[in-house]
């Protein structure tokens, strides 16, 4: 059974700065590749950042492009999510995602999920 473990949340004024971070179980992680979403009550879930297998590739949604920077190591089966310059609407819960099929901005492409941890932005 795979597991993925998200950490770093917290509560943060506009303008700081978190890093998330997602452990994973299992000795293929370098097989996935993982995505980042986010979701606040009453929406459906938001694509954020993927990355792919061996980190050649990263893609962001436009409303955290240049702000956030999704990075992996695969010797510590982590995938990490550095937010920068938050904003008020960046509040959600965040959850980390793996697939072993190519990356994609919609959740369902992913087969595993974590259970989320919680970033409040306050203004």
């Known amino acids: 059974q795979v597991q993925l473990v998200e950490s770093g949340g917290g509560v943060v004024q506009a303008g700081g700065s978190l890093r998330l971070s997602c452990a994973t179980s299992?000795?293929?992680?370098?097989?996935?590749?993982m995505g980042w979403f986010r979701q606040t009550p009453g929406k459906e879930r938001e694509f954020v950042a993927y990355?792919?297998?061996?980190?050649?590739?990263?893609r962001y949604a436009d409303s955290v492009q240049g702000r956030f920077a999704i990075s992996r190591d695969n010797a510590k089966n982590t995938v990490y999510l550095q937010m920068n310059s938050l904003k008020p609407e960046d509040t959600a819960s965040y959850y980390c995602?793996?697939?072993?099929?190519?990356?994609?901005?919609?959740?369902?492409?992913?087969?595993?999920w974590g259970q989320g941890t919680q970033v409040t932005v306050s203004s």
């Open positions: 995602a793996a697939t072993y099929a190519a990356p994609s901005v919609t959740s369902p492409n992913y087969n595993y």
């Open positions: 299992g000795r293929t992680f370098s097989s996935w590749a």
């Open positions: 990355i792919t297998q061996y980190g050649s590739t990263r």
